[in-house]
């Protein structure tokens, strides 16, 4: 019998029935990139707005600004290039 960490029961395919080469199950995301990143940067500004002005509210402000896909002006400057 091979050697199993504490706690995680042996299961083998031959105990489960599943063939060597079963595919793996990967579940499908939700939300897309752009709309994680909006999300991540609305909380971002959530906890700058009740810290008092600062170095500490200035990084958030500046990660959440980074992080607005909204607010990307490579992506802008991009697009503006490809409508001509």
């Given amino acids: 019998?091979?050697?199993?960490?504490?706690?995680?029961?042996?299961?083998t395919p031959a105990?489960?029935?599943?063939g060597h080469l079963?595919?793996?199950?990967r579940s499908k995301g939700v939300l897309?990139?752009?709309?994680?990143?909006?999300?991540?940067?609305?909380q971002?500004?959530?906890?700058a707005a009740i810290l008092p002005a600062g170095i500490?509210?200035?990084?958030?402000?500046?990660?959440?600004?980074?992080?607005?896909p909204g607010s990307n002006p490579d992506e802008?400057?991009?697009k503006e290039k490809h409508s001509r």
Avoid: C, F
């Avoid at 091979?2 to 706690?7: A, L």
């Fill in 44 to 47: 971002i500004r959530q906890r």
């Fill in 22 to 25: 079963q595919k793996q199950r």
């Fill in 56 to 68: 500490e509210r200035d990084a958030l402000l500046e990660k959440a600004r980074q992080a607005d």
């Fill in 32 to 42: 897309s990139l752009k709309e994680r990143l909006a999300l991540y940067a609305k």
């Fill in 1 to 11: 019998m091979r050697w199993q960490p504490p706690n995680v029961p042996a299961h």
């Fill in 76 to 78: 802008a400057n991009s």
């Fill in 15 to 18: 105990q489960t029935g599943e």
